[in-house]
Nanobody, 115 residues
């Protein structure tokens, strides 16, 4: 099993930046893939970015060029650097990892982009 705790959300003005963190504990060395999702009010949860243990990344078209998913080490947190934020980026952001044929989710961190 693995436990995930997101942090770093908050209120930011349009054009601003935030960095979200997803702290991991438990069987972290068995993690095969990591991702950030988000869910805006009244909308379905959507994939934002993915990162494999091999270093491959993928992004939703809506965030390409603005967001970066990363991880500094095999035991470190997963980050989501968000730049040039827009009001449409307002959502609860969730971290998800995949290992041993199961997905694990964090509790989410809220991001509000507003002037």
């Amino acid at each position: 099993q693995v436990q995930l705790v997101e942090s770093g959300g908050g209120l930011v003005q349009p054009g601003g930046s935030l960095r979200l963190s997803c702290a991991l504990s438990g069987d972290i060395y068995s993690i095969e893939a990591m991702a950030w999702y988000r869910q805006a009010p009244g909308k379905q949860r959507e994939l934002v970015a993915t990162l494999t243990t091999g270093g491959s990344t993928n992004y939703a078209d809506s965030v390409k060029g603005r967001f970066t998913i990363s991880r500094d080490s095999a035991k470190g947190p997963v980050y989501l650097q968000m730049n040039s934020l827009k009001p449409d980026d307002t959502a609860v952001y969730y971290c998800r990892v995949y290992l041993r044929n199961k997905y694990y989710w964090g509790q989410g961190t809220r991001v509000t982009v507003s002037s």
